[in-house]
């Protein structure tokens, strides 16, 4: 069983910065993949970035290439997304979710096996 806290959301002015962590429990975090998601209003929950329980390789959306940063740290159990320049198009609810098989970072959204409640991120323009 895994439990997954996120943090970090808020009100930011387009151009601004937030950091997301998510906090989780369980033993064997350092051997998980994890994925932040994030779902607008009257739409489907789309894949925002992941990262391999490693922390080699990482993968993002295009929409958010160059402007965020996933990281991770294993010792403390927390998942960042670090989003600059930020746009008005990021707002959203952002889910971390937590992939228990496989190593390598995903896109899929049904690859992933617990998820956590969401925080609200809103930027205005």
């Known amino acids: 069983q895994v439990q997954l806290v996120e943090s970090g959301g808020g009100l930011v002015q387009a151009g601004g910065s937030l950091r997301l962590s998510c906090a989780a429990s369980?033993?064997?975090?350092?051997?998980?993949?994890m994925g932040w998601f994030r779902q607008a209003p009257g739409k489907e929950r789309e894949f925002v970035a992941s990262i391999s329980w490693s922390d080699i390789s990482t993968g993002y959306a295009d929409s958010v290439k160059g402007r965020f940063t996933i990281s991770r740290d294993n010792a403390k159990k927390i998942l960042y997304l670090q989003m600059n320049s930020l746009k008005p198009e990021d707002t959203a609810v952002y889910y971390c979710?937590?992939?228990?098989?496989?190593?390598?970072?995903?896109?899929?959204?049904?690859?992933?096996?617990?998820w956590g409640q969401g925080t609200q991120v809103t930027v205005s323009s």
């Open positions: 979710a937590t992939r228990t098989r496989g190593t390598g970072w995903s896109s899929a959204r049904s690859e992933y096996d617990y």
């Open positions: 369980g033993r064997t975090f350092s051997t998980y993949v």
